[in-house]
């Protein structure tokens, strides 16, 4: 049986952790690895099962002393931004879906646009506070070693330096304390606060770049991929939306030309040795397909178009089937081939995403006789991206949908070790059970 409940307060959540019930525990419903419009159906409802719902908890923000931002409660990325603007400083991580709870990216390790320029969102969180299995409130601190260590922990920690460049790898980076909660989905408890960097806000100009059509003729992506590099420093974001992406919005709204775009998020300081040093420099780039955006413009644009795929997902019934895979930047080309061969499939699909990083969102937009094609496709995908060594879900965490992929990538031990932790931090397996920690 599922039951909902509305969870309004620290001791109201604690006193329902006691209960110890199995238990979901969402807030905004932004996740796209979550099908929340078939959740009841997907869950085990064997014993009586909790959807608890955080979104109205308290919510309170305060710059500390030492610089750092203090979040609690249902605080969203776009509250912490907009409160932040008129002292000045700004958030350095910006998911796409703005209104998704700080607190929830923590525990899906989320990254978004800027990851390109300030780094991953484990990098710049300093302490989780927590509830626990037994209703008690913990904080974890990112200057302490990981919690909970073993021999298993050790052989888990070396095979992970061969993702420790990726956003996320296809298991959590368990080094610090505050890495128990960061990227594991609620399974081993409930994110209340968090302390978070910032930064100073400073002025930005967004140019928007034409160029051929990644299907047709990768060449000039592959040039600007290679060379943007070199700009982390001068560059926050570098994002790609693909021509078929562009058509999920009305006409008056493509600047696009019928061609793929890329968005750069350029600090105006560096604008002239960007622009001198990088762009000037592009051989495949023609220079009068280079403009300038207003900020509005640019971000309403990047933000649209995710919520048009998934409203049109909705309309026609089905789940999303997308990807979150990363790869290193010599593979890039590689990731792109294996794209070309689904846009061969007679299947409705689109690019986007975040394109410095050498990782992109391709996604099916599949009528109900397609699914199983696009699953197989998916299938001999993850089997390609593994030879690669490249991350599968690098962005959204792994939640219900991509649960069946995500194998290929794990040895024996990191099962092992994921069950380890389940029964320290979690032994009446009350937290998210058809979480990833508990597949076998």
């Known amino acids: 049986m599922i039951n ?10 604690q006193k329902h952790i006691k209960s110890a019930h199995p238990s979901f525990y969402f807030s905004s419903q932004t996740s796209t690895v979550i099908p929340y419009d078939k959740i009841e ?3 085990d409802t064997d014993n009586d099962y909790y959807l608890c719902d955080l979104s109205q908890m308290p919510k309170s923000m305060k710059i500390l002393e030492n610089g750092n931002l203090k979040v609690e409660g249902a605080v ?6 907009e409160f932040l603007i008129p002292k000045g400083k700004t958030i350095k991580t910006a998911p796409t879906e703005e209104l998704a709870l700080i607190t929830a990216g923590a525990a899906t390790s989320c990254t978004g646009e800027r990851c390109f320029h300030f780094g991953n969102l484990r990098s710049q969180i300093h ?3 927590y509830v626990n299995h037994k209703g008690e409130t913990q904080v974890l601190s990112k200057d302490k070693p990981f919690p909970y260590q073993s021999d298993r922990l050790k052989v888990y920690q070396q095979e992970f330096k061969l993702y420790e460049n990726y956003k996320n790898a296809p298991y959590p980076r368990f080094e610090t304390e505050t890495d128990l909660l960061i990227g ?23 140019l928007f770049i034409l160029l051929p059509k990644w299907e047709e003729n990768p060449q000039a992506h592959m040039e600007i991929i290679k060379k943007v590099q070199a700009f982390k420093n001068d560059i926050i974001l570098c ?6 992406a562009f058509s999920f919005l009305s006409e008056e709204d493509r600047p696009n030309k019928g061609l793929d775009a890329i968005f750069l998020e350029i600090k105006s300081s560096s604008f002239d040795k960007v622009y001198e040093e990088f762009i000037f420099n592009l051989s495949c780039v023609n220079q009068e397909e280079i403009f300038e955006l207003n900020a509005s413009k640019f971000h309403n644009l990047r933000a649209s178009i995710p919520r048009a795929v998934f409203e049109e997902n909705s309309r026609m019934g089905v789940t999303k089937m997308g990807t979150d895979v990363q790869v290193k930047i010599e593979d890039f080309e590689a990731l792109l081939a294996i794209y070309q061969s689904f846009s061969k499939l007679g299947v409705r699909y689109n690019l986007f995403g975040h394109f410095g990083d050498a990782h992109l969102h391709f996604n099916f937009m599949p009528k109900n006789e397609d699914i199983s094609k696009c699953q197989d496709a998916f299938q001999n995908m993850y089997k390609e991206v593994a030879k690669l060594k490249g991350s599968p879900f690098a962005e959204h965490g792994i939640g219900i949908i991509k649960q069946k992929f995500i194998k290929e990538f794990w ?14 931090y979690d032994p009446k397996n009350q937290f998210f059970p058809q979480g990833f920690m508990n597949l076998r």
Do not use: M, P, Y
Request: proline share 0%; glycine share 4%; with cysteine.
């Open 411 to 424: 040895s024996k031990n990191q099962i092992d070790l994921f069950q380890e932790l389940k029964q320290n």
């Open 4 to 13: 909902k409940k509305v969870i309004k307060d620290i001791e109201s959540l």
């Open 239 to 244: 994002e790609l939306i693909d021509s078929n």
């Open 127 to 129: 302490n989780i506070t």
């Open 76 to 81: 969203s990325w776009k509250e912490a931004r």
């Open 41 to 43: 159906s997907t869950l």
């Open 184 to 206: 594991t989905e609620g399974q081993l408890g409930v994110i209340t606060e968090i302390e978070i960097e910032i930064c100073d806000d400073e002025a930005v100009t967004h």
